[in-house]
């Protein structure tokens, strides 16, 4: 299995990933042992600088001890150093797996599995992965050294005074139990906090996208109100985190200072009745100070475990195996490709609604066959079946003696060359948009330049000064929607496929030049399979095979002259189109 497929959505898989760099973790973990230790003589020496240095008025023994301090901070300082630079280490590889696995689980989703996402929530994933490796590289480690300096400082407490001791660690658990309760409040704002962030970010593209329709319909104001909308329900969001932080730190601090007092109180009865000398005294106030940071780490560990624990959640849907797309186990890789494809009594339901109905039909191999009907009849439903973007529930598709949920489908898209009306520019290069390739050595210019010349794309290019190397822009914004077509058709020519599979092609094209291009794109692909949903009739009259479709079923289906002379829907509309 490959880094990027590995299992890293559960906390068992994470680790798992933790543990290849056992060596790194170990060094960590050892710097952090010897971080505690040089700490724990800093008591001891502050101890003795009263006790001896001091009250012996000894100036050497005080000089001695304050270079050994400073020679104990200086070791302190660079096991730090390289603890952290070790944590930042590994949390950047983690960090790039975590991505990058979230990324190629994404993509190799089944194209339904998009259709109920909002793109918002899948950008918001990526805050979910660097939550989870802050928890797994910062608050883990952190956590057993913290653990470790209360375990040594507390057995150090209880060695001055029990009681002392025993006040420390009644507070700690308070605190932490505290901690455990103050979580439920966390997740139902962590939650919101998500779906508000996951909304801002689906807005903001919504405006970038649709700019120009915003402007024209005069909708300026109403998407302002409307992020003043999303904004205020931050605000909210925001003002809730902050009195219940307010509330949590509160309690924390009450407890601290409760607890500082009390300790207060006992070492300085225990300095008065002399079963404590002042060193020890000011000894018990350093380890206090140094058992802040660690308790404020496993309090922040519990709260990262929840924050990962809930990142995880929400990305268990992509990392969901039933959900990819896989290689069928009897895929045979001598598939002929050159082979009729054949619907039997296929069926097709989308949320509850039968889109596609019990159709039957052929496509021989080297013909042209023509989808026709209505928006919504089902056309690009079909196409997406014979791409394997959908699966039926009922029935067979089948290329040849083979059924296509049996053939792979990245060998199956290899041999297809497919143009939608709603196809993507890549913010890349027009060249890269055609070859979808940024390797030269592996582009075929005179295909490419074939390509450009048949899908009439060479009109466009002779305005653009850099040719095939101008950079289309997110989206091909600069480009009408008919150059964007013909930038699609010349993708489709350049990948020269067995069987080219277009959804209504010519939309956004003149008549002039839509004829011109599917004459062009048909003489190219002659001998090979061409099948086109649209709702042009004139400019595909000519093909081998109409098939009329009406709300998922076909009505008729025959050559141009056979539907003429049957007078029914697709000759009443044709009659229309005249």
């Known amino acids: 299995m490959t880094e990027s497929t590995e299992n ?80 930042r280490h590994i949390g950047i590889r983690i ?170 109180f006992f070492a300085a009865i225990s300095v008065i009745n002399g079963t404590l000398t002042l060193g020890a005294m000011l000894a018990i106030q350093y380890i206090l100070g140094q058992l802040t940071k660690p308790t404020t780490d496993i309090m922040q560990f519990v709260q990262d475990w929840q924050d990962a624990k809930l990142s995880l959640e929400r990305l268990s849907d992509v990392f969901l195996e039933s959900e990819k797309e896989y290689e069928p186990e009897d895929y045979n890789p001598t598939v002929d490709y050159n082979k009729a494809i054949t619907f039997d009594n296929v069926r097709f339901t989308y949320k509850d609604l039968p889109t596609i109905k019990e159709i039957s039909f052929e496509v021989p191999y080297g013909k042209k066959i023509a989808l026709v009907g209505k928006s919504g009849s089902g056309k690009s439903t079909i196409i997406k079946l014979i791409l394997k973007l959908l699966k039926a529930e009922q029935g067979e598709v089948k290329v040849g003696d083979h059924r296509i949920q049996h053939i792979n489908y990245k060998t199956w898209r290899e041999n297809c060359s497919f143009v939608s009306q709603d196809g993507f520019i890549f913010s890349n290069t027009l060249g890269y948009n055609i070859t979808l390739t940024e390797d030269k050595s592996k582009i075929d210019f005179n295909r490419m330049n074939q390509a450009i010349e048949l899908s009439c794309l060479d009109q466009i290019m002779e305005g653009l000064e850099k040719g095939v190397e101008t950079i289309v822009g997110r989206g091909g ?56 949903a649209t709702h042009k009739l004139k400019l595909f009259e000519h093909v081998d095979n109409i098939v009329m479709i009406e709300a998922g079923q076909i009505i008729e289906q025959g050559n141009f002259d056979e539907l003429i002379q049957k007078e029914g829907a697709y000759h009443k509309q044709w009659k229309g189109l005249e």
């Open 477 to 532: 914004k600069q480009f009408s929607k008919g150059q964007v077509q013909r930038i699609l058709l010349a993708r489709a020519i350049y990948k020269n496929a067995n069987y080219l599979i277009m959804d209504e092609p010519t939309s956004a094209l003149d008549n002039i030049t839509a004829k011109k291009v599917i004459q062009n794109v048909e003489k190219f692909f002659a001998g090979r399979t061409i099948i086109t």
């Open 8 to 87: 890293i959505s559960s906390f068992s898989g994470l680790y798992q990933q933790i543990f290849k760099y056992k060596t790194a973790i170990l060094q960590v973990l050892a710097l952090q042992v010897l971080w505690v230790l040089f700490e724990l003589i800093f008591p001891f020496l502050t101890q003795a600088l009263v006790d001896q240095g001091i009250n012996h008025q000894d100036i050497d023994f005080i000089y001695l001890l304050l270079l050994g301090q400073l020679f104990l901070f200086l070791g302190i300082v660079l096991s730090d150093f390289l603890r952290l630079w070790l944590l």
């Open 95 to 264: 960090n790039i797996k975590l991505v990058n696995s979230y990324l190629h689980n994404l993509l190799f989703k089944q194209y339904l599995f998009f259709s109920n996402k909002k793109q918002g929530d899948l950008i918001q994933h990526i805050n979910d992965n660097l939550r989870i490796e802050t928890f797994m590289t910062g608050s883990s480690v952190n956590f057993i050294s913290a653990i470790f300096k209360i375990i040594v400082f507390g057995i150090v407490l209880f060695i001055f005074s029990w009681k002392i001791g025993l006040i420390f660690l009644v507070s700690f658990f308070i605190v932490i139990f505290w901690d455990f309760f103050f979580l439920r409040f966390r997740e139902k704002i962590d939650n919101e906090r998500f779906k508000v962030g996951s909304r801002m970010r689906s807005h903001l593209m919504e405006v970038l996208e649709g700019l120009v329709d915003i402007k024209v319909n005069n909708l300026e104001s109403y998407k302002v109100e409307q992020w003043h909308e999303i904004q205020d329900k931050f605000a909210v969001n925001r003002l809730m985190i902050l009195r219940i932080y307010q509330l949590y730190q509160g309690f924390n601090l009450i407890v601290g200072q409760l607890r500082d007092i009390f300790i207060l």
